[in-house]
C-alpha cells in the first residue's frame, strides 16, 4: 500500500538509503534536509536525477530540524502537495568523538537540539495532522548504545540518543489511542556505508583534550575507535537499517514491530531491549493501561 513518507537528515548515510529503499518499494518519499539551494543542492540534484533514472517517486524538501518554522514548512508543502502524510522517519543526527569532559554544556545542548528536538519540532508540526486522520506510523532511528556496548569517547552523542529513545517511547503510548503507531529501528555501529565517524564533531575546549591526551594511555583514542571497526563483521553492510525500515512500513496496521535491532557487531542490546520493553510492558498491565501496548484500530487506515 503506497505511503507519503517523510525522512528527515536524508542527505546522506542511512537516511539517503532508506529514502532509495522506501521509494523502490513503491512509495512517495521526501528527502528532507537543509541548504536544498546551497549547501545540499548538489545532493537535492542526485536525488532528482535518481528518481528519474529510477522512475520512482522520491522528493526533496526543505526541511531544518533545528527550526521550528521550517519543520511545519516541510510539513504542511507535503500536506498541499499529497493531501495526507502518512509516515515520518526521525533519522536526523549527529555524532560527536572526544573526552566528555572536554565538550562545554553548549555543545552539548546543541547536540540534544539536533538528536531530540529535532524530532520534537517535526511531531509537533505532523502530528495533529495524523491524529486528525486517525493513523500513521513514526519510526525512530536509534541506537544500540542505549542498551548494549558503551565505548568511551562518545558519551555526548550516546547521551542524546538515549534521549531520544525515551521519547520515543513515552510517545507510542500517548498516540497509539490516535491509531498512530511506532516502530524503532536500533542499528549496532557500521563503519562503512554512513558518514557519522567522518563527519564527527570535536570537544570545543582544547585545553580538555590536551589533559586527557597527555593522562590517557597513548594512542587510547585510535585504538578504541580501531577495536569498535573491528567488532563490525567485513560483510556488515548499512542497507541491511533501510532494508529493515522498508519492512516495518510495509508490514500490515498492528503488525509492525515496536522495536527492530540490526546489530552486526552484536554488542547485546538486542538482549537487553528485550528485557527492558516486557518490563516496561508488564507496568502498563499492572497499572492497568494494557490497551496503550497497540494502536487503536480506528478504521482510518490505508
Known sequence: MKQVILITGASSG?????ANALAGSGHTVYASMRGLSDRNATKSAEIAAYSREHSVDLRTVELDVQ????????????????G???????????????????????????????????????????????????????????????????????????????????????????????????SIVVPGAYTKGTNHFAHAGSPSDTSRIADYEAG?????????????????????????????????????????????????????AIVSYAVIDRIREQFLHRIGFAELMHPRDNGARR
Not at 14 to 18: A, D, E, N, S, W
Request: proline share 8%; aromatic share 6%.
Open 14 to 18: 542511512f537516511g539517503r538509503l532508506m
Open 67 to 82: 527550526i521550528d518554522a521550517s519543520a511545519q514548512s516541510a510539513v504542511d508543502a507535503i500536506l498541499a502537495e499529497q
Open 84 to 182: 495526507r502524510l502518512d509516515v515520518i522517519i526521525h533519522n536526523a543526527g549527529h555524532m560527536v568523538w572526544g573526552p566528555s569532559e572536554a565538550f562545554t554544556p553548549e555543545q552539548l545542548a546543541q547536540l540534544y537540539d539536533v538528536n531530540v528536538l529535532g524530532a520534537q519540532r517535526v511531531n509537533r508540526a505532523a502530528l495533529p495532522h495524523m491524529r486528525k486522520a486517525g493513523r500513521g506510523l513514526l519510526i525512530w532511528t536509534g541506537s544500540s548504545s542505549a542498551a548494549g556496548g558503551v565505548p568511551p569517547m562518545l558519551g555526548p552523542y550516546f547521551a542524546a540518543k538515549a534521549a531520544m529513545d525515551a521519547l520515543a517511547v513515552c510517545y507510542a503510548r500517548e498516540i497509539a489511542p490516535f491509531g498512530i503507531e511506532t
Open 216 to 268: 590517557l594511555p597513548e594512542g587510547f583514542s585510535d585504538r578504541i575507535l580501531k577495536a569498535l571497526a573491528d567488532t563490525v563483521p567485513e560483510d556488515a553492510e548499512p542497507e541491511a537499517v533501510a532494508d529493515a525500515v522498508v519492512s516495518v512500513v510495509n508490514a500490515p496496521f498492528g503488525k509492525r514491530p515496536f522495536r527492530l535491532v540490526i546489530d552486526p557487531a552484536s554488542d547485546g
